[in-house]
């Protein structure tokens, strides 16, 4: 699908800071139905909010019947909880003073069921210690490696089912399923990323076997991010649990390396020119203290009104730009970036503009913004 650009006033574009991060609303719920569209049904969805961090888009889909979330943070936690979600998977190894947090939090919100992710036996032992001491019970999902590498157990590791098994016994967990992430998995056409998807999903189901065999049970497996997800939607195990993101925002990396996806950028970030140091050179306020650089430098924005702009330096709060339109500009003058990545993006902003039929109608806090609520 090729990206369009999101529209606003020009006069609302001249009220607002640069930088600033706005939200198209209409985007954005359009992104959330075709999140649906694409899961199927709400109870198949836990998507990951650390793409935007807002309870306010939390809200927006618990009122749309989705139950269960994850997080990367225990402020995430802790915003997904006081939101009203039901479900909550911390997709880490509490480990340090988190897993004291997540037991608090568990104790704080008693209607709210709270699942880390785990790979070894000492944090397993020392969150067993802690939840039985507090008097709640953590979910734990075994967290499989499946290729990407950068957390998990691999399923032939030996000891992988027995790890998992000991939960079982723990005072203090209850064995939750598996945790499946695949952010490695980048093929830009569908087709073959459903078969490398396809390939790995054997290795996990002989571990699900294994622990079986052991007589423990494998209730979910919470797969995959956005570029995974029609991948898993259109398995068929009630189990699967979809876990996107990005998408909810999407942004130009995603939009660039996979087409298929039915998503429209619902976020950028407005930004003005403050300087024209040379002629063919134009310098924004959009440094990287506005917009992640984490993408390789060079391609940090996507500028609608400047596509073949070379981004040549990105400091902290100026990018600057080779262009023979240049001359075109004057400091002030503004316009809008779309974030190639938008996740570290919005976690640079503390509120946002909403944006509807082109007006700002009001402003939404970055809610877990920082890393820590109460707890
Ligand atoms: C563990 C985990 N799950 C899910 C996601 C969501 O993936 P995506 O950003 O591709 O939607 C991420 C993203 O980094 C992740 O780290």
């Known amino acids: 699908m090729s990206l369009t650009v999101p529209t606003i006033d020009v006069s609302e574009l001249q009220r607002l800071n640069s930088p600033s991060l706005v939200i198209f609303r209409q985007r954005l719920i359009d992104n959330l139905q075709s999140m649906l569209t694409v899961a199927k049904s709400p109870s198949r969805l ?45 997709a880490y190894n509490p480990v340090g003073p988190n897993v004291q947090r997540i037991v608090e939090l568990a104790a704080k919100y008693p209607a709210c069921r709270f699942v880390v992710t785990n790979d070894h036996a000492k944090p397993l ?87 079986e065999a052991l007589s423990s049970d494998v209730p979910a497996f919470a797969c995959g991010g956005t570029p995974t997800f029609p991948c898993y939607a259109a398995m068929s195990d009630p189990r699967i649990e979809l876990c996107p993101g990005t998408c909810v925002f999407h942004d130009a990396g995603y939009g660039k390396s996979f087409p298929d996806l039915p998503f429209q950028p619902a976020v950028a970030v407005v930004t003005r020119v403050v300087s024209r140091p040379a002629p063919d050179r134009l310098t924004l306020d959009l440094g990287n203290k506005a917009v992640a650089a984490d993408p390789p430098k060079g391609n940090r924005v996507y500028l609608p009104d400047l596509p073949d702009a070379v981004q040549d330096i990105h400091s902290e709060e100026h990018l600057v730009l080779v262009t023979p339109d240049a001359e075109k500009y004057q400091p002030g003058d503004t316009m809008l970036a779309i974030p190639v990545h938008i996740c570290p993006t919005s976690a640079l902003y503390d509120r946002v503009a909403i944006v509807d039929d082109g007006k700002v109608t009001e402003f939404w806090d970055v809610t877990s913004r920082n890393r820590k609520i109460t707890v």
Request: glycine residues 8%; contains cysteine.
């Open 46 to 90: 836990r998507p990951h909010c650390k793409t935007h961090k807002m309870d306010q888009i939390i809200r927006l889909w618990i009122e749309r019947g989705v139950t269960k979330h994850k997080a990367a943070t225990i402020a995430e936690c802790e915003m997904l909880a006081a939101a009203g979600a039901s479900d909550v998977l911390f």
């Open 125 to 211: 032992k020392e969150l067993s210690a802690a939840a039985a001491a507090k008097g709640v019970r953590i979910g734990v999902m075994l967290d499989v490696n499946i290729g990407m590498d950068r957390t998990g157990i691999t399923p032939e590791t030996p000891g992988a089912a027995a790890l998992y098994h000991s939960a079982k016994s723990m005072p203090g967990l209850i064995q939750a399923g598996f945790h499946v992430y695949d952010g490695h998995q980048r093929q830009m056409d569908l087709t073959e990323r459903k078969v490398a998807v396809a390939e790995q999903w054997p290795r996990v189901q002989k571990l699900r076997s294994e622990v």
